[in-house]
């Protein structure tokens, strides 16, 4: 058998253009697969990450049914015991108590319904990026203060509200009486995240400001926590379940607060593996078609090997064995032309601005930086493999099934 193996490697050489152009295919298709999944990977990590920088958090406590429905009711206090079990977790990087409440923002132009969100600025900074993506241009700046009397609205809700930095604007909301309460308020700041959904429905304000406007006093609407280790994130949520111990409140991870999102990038990789089977299908004709030639040309050598005795099964495995080793060499070289791709677009990020709106409404951002896992090279194997395998199956059949007296006979 070890003699078969090495007739089917040299065989692949024997006619090295024909084998060269089968192996430069496959190395195409493995080279545009990686490059591919590298880009879809660091749309989906920046739309996860987008997210969670801007909106969830990691992890967020609230009120049992507050998620569903955010009304001012669904409110608790932070308590000494849920804040030592956030201490308690080294995981844990950070943790900030926003109030979350519908409503609408007025100018003298125009009104919108949004989401006012009621933060700390201080703690507000280690847990999303809202300060880096604040204008620091024209006057425009963060917060300063939990009960500044102050807004920061994003640049799309300015522009739709016709207001810059230092107008007035009114937000009407309902207090903890279900009264319907409207507090005049300046603008500080703009912002623009990545994220199109969120620009266009939140205002911020300090919390402290929001609790006296709504008559909250101390409570909130939850806690958004940031982790340093993403992968830990379920660990996490069922020790601060069992370390806070209340019923009346419950612990999110951001998969649970935006399923949607991990729906759409489940969807996303079966839509790009469906395509690559596809592609590859294409270079199973390719492969099949160089191993019937090749046959061809040894029909008169391959009936001299049956008429001393070489088994059928020995000269299929010989065929099988050259196909493999054609996706084997296409294999390694598309893998590592994919992964030098990868790794050097990675560094700067590829800048995508002319398409920044669609980005946006996905949440991605205008620069993407690919993102290759070890799984992605995995199925790029298993995909060539099978595909090789499978394109040698009609040559191996038909080279075992050589008669020798024919073949001994053809010209």
């Known amino acids: 058998m070890q003699t078969i193996f090495a007739m089917g490697w040299r065989n692949i050489w024997r006619h090295r253009r024909r084998s060269l152009v089968v192996i430069s295919s496959i190395a195409l298709g493995i080279f545009a697969m990686i490059l591919s999944m590298g880009i879809m990977n660091g749309m989906n990590n920046q739309a996860i990450e987008n997210t969670i920088r801007t909106a969830l958090g990691h992890i967020a406590i609230h009120r049992k049914g507050f998620h569903e429905d955010m009304k001012i009711a669904h409110n608790f206090k932070s308590t000494d015991r849920i804040m030592r079990s956030i201490a308690a977790d080294r995981r844990i990087a950070a943790a900030a108590p926003r109030v979350k409440l519908p409503g609408m923002v007025r100018s003298s132009e125009t009104s919108q319904g949004v989401l006012i969100v009621g933060i700390d600025p201080e703690k507000e900074m280690k847990i999303s990026n809202l300060y880096q993506y604040t204008s620091k241009e024209n006057g425009s700046r963060f917060l300063a203060s939990p009960d500044e009397n102050a807004a920061l609205i ?60 709504t ?35 419950e612990v999110l991870t951001w998969m649970d607060m935006a399923p949607y999102l991990v729906s759409a990038v489940k969807f996303f990789d079966t839509i790009m593996y469906i395509t690559f089977v596809i592609i590859f299908l294409v270079v199973v004709f390719s492969v099949a078609n160089t191993l019937v030639m090749a046959i061809m040309e040894r029909f008169h050598e391959i009936g001299v090997m049956k008429s001393i005795g070489t088994r059928p099964s020995w000269i299929a495995t010989m065929i099988v064995f050259e196909a493999v080793n054609l996706g084997l060499v296409g294999l390694v070289a598309g893998v590592a032309a994919g992964t030098l791709s990868v790794a050097a677009l990675s560094i700067g990020g590829i800048n995508l601005g002319l398409f920044m709106e669609s980005l946006r409404a996905w949440g991605t951002g205008s620069v993407i930086f690919p993102v290759i896992k070890g799984m992605d090279i995995v199925v790029a194997a298993l995909i060539v493999l099978a595909t090789t395998v499978l394109a040698a199956v009609y040559p191996a059949v038909k080279a075992a099934r050589i008669k020798p007296l024919e073949a001994l006979h053809f010209v």
């Open 154 to 213: 994003s640049q799309q809700t300015a522009d739709r509200l016709k207001l810059v930095v230092g107008d007035k604007l009114v937000l009407m909301l309902q207090d903890r009486n279900n009264e319907i309460v409207g507090v005049g308020m300046t603008v500080a700041g703009t912002f623009q995240t990545p994220v199109e959904s969120f620009d266009k429905l939140v205002v911020f304000t300090g919390i402290g400001k929001l609790q006296e406007i």
């Open 215 to 249: 008559g909250l006093g101390e409570n909130i609407s939850e806690i958004s926590i940031a982790i340093t280790d993403p992968a830990a994130i379920t660990d996490i949520k069922r020790r601060l379940i069992g370390a806070i111990g209340d019923d009346s409140l």
